[in-house]
């Protein structure tokens, strides 16, 4: 399909018969649909997969930075799931609404399918056909499994290249550990520069999210793998904290941005219905369930947190807090919030799979730095909510989770952990894995000030955070296995290179070199 401009006037029937269906004209109401430009401009992707289920996307925008430009009406849209890339062999086809609510984004959500099968599927709209994009379902019982963590994807620092080797590792899902994109920009050694500003509104963000959507890298690992999102602060304002943020707004006009950035977030997301927005919330966490071999847990880690501790002075001084911060240790405080701390625990609380992954944005084990001489922790990540930290670690103990591994982004680092059961003592028996994700753009940490922390934290296996790039994790009943890939972001076709593998024994929660 060609991107060149064009208008188009299509009858429905003409649009039916040009499309070559049969008995499907009536799917297209009688009313004519002028759009300015070939709506699928940002592609299609699948998300959520499970046994027998996923959920597909799209959204209608033929001119995806300004706005959308779609006529502010309802367009009826056609979807088919076929089970060839050809789309011949046509399974199941169905009919959903784009409306101006959710910039004519589209969430169809499929249950009671073949399990551990591939399926191939495709949107009409306007008399035009999106992209032919592939997805799959796991197997009922699934003997392994394989996904690739991704984070922190800074467009002005490079190329989303990483991607090619994610596609060509062809793992069953991909789990997006936060900051999809960036609300900031600007300053020197950019490599690519975003369109606008800041995102403030819903437009904005809009725009925001379809400009990342439009990198062909990017479009085309959504277009071939199914995603299980999360986000971390980025997708909003850079270290938010519930209605808390960095620019000081009143809870009310940052309330505001936040309702936008979510709503945005959804509409470009393979979602669930019920993650739709609703009033200022929108319900990210959740569980994902893979037969006897694993759970996955995605944590939200912004939506309901306490504010940073000693959030001031972190202003003038760093966000690393010495001992004198008194605040970051007191026990109410809580970086998933009262009502998810409870869900944890109920799904910690079912039967038991090999495999327990809690997916946060970020690194859950304790990290000592050196300030002044004195021990300090950050006060962004769980070193800053160390006693919401002790009560899931307390969880996992007491309902003796099997193999809990932790991953994350957020760091711009890869990191292989094993997770202190006292993360104040870290040489203390470990109770679960941790694998740490590096950036596929963003800048990482300085190595050598990292580097020179570790003798404090004997429970950190691995850290490198010179390279960009991406993880892959697989596990059978087993052994997990994590490796650790570097992606040059400067290069639009880049070389990998496999940094580290490591892995973890059933009912040995420490990361070993492979
Ligand atoms: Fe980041
Ligand atoms: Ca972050």
């Not at 997708?235 to 707004?249: C, K, P």
């Not at 002790?390 to 003796?400: D, V």
């Not at 028996?429 to 404090?456: H, R």
Request: glycine share 8%; proline share 7%.
């Amino acid at each position: 399909m060609t991107d060149r401009k064009r208008r188009r006037l299509i009858q429905g029937l003409a649009a039916g018969s040009a499309l070559g269906l049969t008995g499907c004209q009536s799917l297209y109401s009688a009313s004519s649909i002028a759009l300015p430009d070939y709506p699928f401009k940002l592609g299609v992707a699948s998300g959520e997969p499970g046994i027998g289920d996923l959920v597909l996307w799209t959204r209608l925008a033929p001119n995806p930075i300004a706005g959308g430009g779609m006529p502010q009406i309802n367009v009826p849209v056609r979807w088919e799931l076929a089970a060839d890339e050809s789309m011949r062999q046509v399974l199941r086809q169905g009919r959903v609404t784009a409306g101006p609510r959710f910039a004519h984004a589209v969430h169809v959500e499929l249950n009671h399918l073949e399990p551990g099968r591939e399926y191939f599927y495709r949107f009409y709209a306007a008399g035009e056909a999106s992209p032919v994009g592939r997805t799959a379902t796991l197997p009922e019982n699934p003997q392994r499994l394989r996904f690739a963590m991704a984070s922190c994807q800074h467009l002005e620092r490079g190329y989303f290249g990483a991607y090619q080797h994610i596609i060509n590792d062809s793992p069953d899902f991909l789990v997006f550990l936060g900051d999809y994109f960036y609300e900031t920009g600007g300053g020197r050694n950019r490599l690519r520069s975003h369109a606008r500003g800041e995102p403030m509104s819903l437009e904005d963000y809009r725009i925001r999210l379809a400009e990342y959507r439009l990198d062909p890298d990017l479009q085309e690992a959504h277009r071939l793998i199914p995603w299980v999102a999360n986000w971390d602060d980025h997708e909003v304002d850079n270290d938010y904290a519930g209605l808390d943020n960095q620019d000081l707004a009143s809870h009310a006009l940052f309330a505001a941005r936040r309702r936008a950035a979510y709503q945005a977030f959804y509409e470009h997301m393979p979602l669930r219905q019920k993650s739709r927005p609703a009033g200022n919330a929108m319900q990210l966490y959740r569980a994902l369930e893979f037969g006897g071999l694993a759970r996955l847990l995605v944590l939200d880690g912004r939506q309901y947190r306490s504010v940073q501790a000693c959030r001031e002075e972190a202003r003038k001084t760093g966000r690393a807090l010495g001992p004198d911060c008194l605040e970051r240790l007191e026990p109410e405080r809580s970086y998933l919030g009262g009502v998810q701390e409870l869900w944890v625990e109920s799904q910690l609380r079912k039967r038991q799979p090999d495999w327990t992954i809690l997916a946060g944005p970020q690194v859950f084990s304790p990290f000592e730095q050196t300030k002044n001489d004195l021990p300090a922790f950050w006060n962004d990540d769980w070193n800053g909510y160390p006693a919401a930290r002790k009560r899931l670690i307390a969880a996992l103990q007491a309902h003796a989770v099997k193999n809990p591994v932790f991953v994350g982004g957020d760091v711009h680092s890869f990191w292989a952990n094993q997770v202190p059961s006292d993360p104040d003592r870290r040489d203390s028996a470990p109770v679960a894995s941790e694998f740490v994700t590096t950036a596929i753009t963003s800048n990482g940490p300085p190595y050598d000030f990292f580097m020179q922390q570790m003798p404090k934290n004997p429970h950190v296996k691995y850290f490198e955070s010179r390279y960009r790039g991406y993880s892959l994790c697989q596990m059978t009943r087993e052994r997990w296995q994590t490796d650790c890939y570097s992606v040059d972001r400067s290069s639009a076709k880049p070389e990998r290179v496999r940094l580290a593998s490591f892995v973890v024994d059933s009912g040995n929660p420490s990361p070993q070199r492979a």
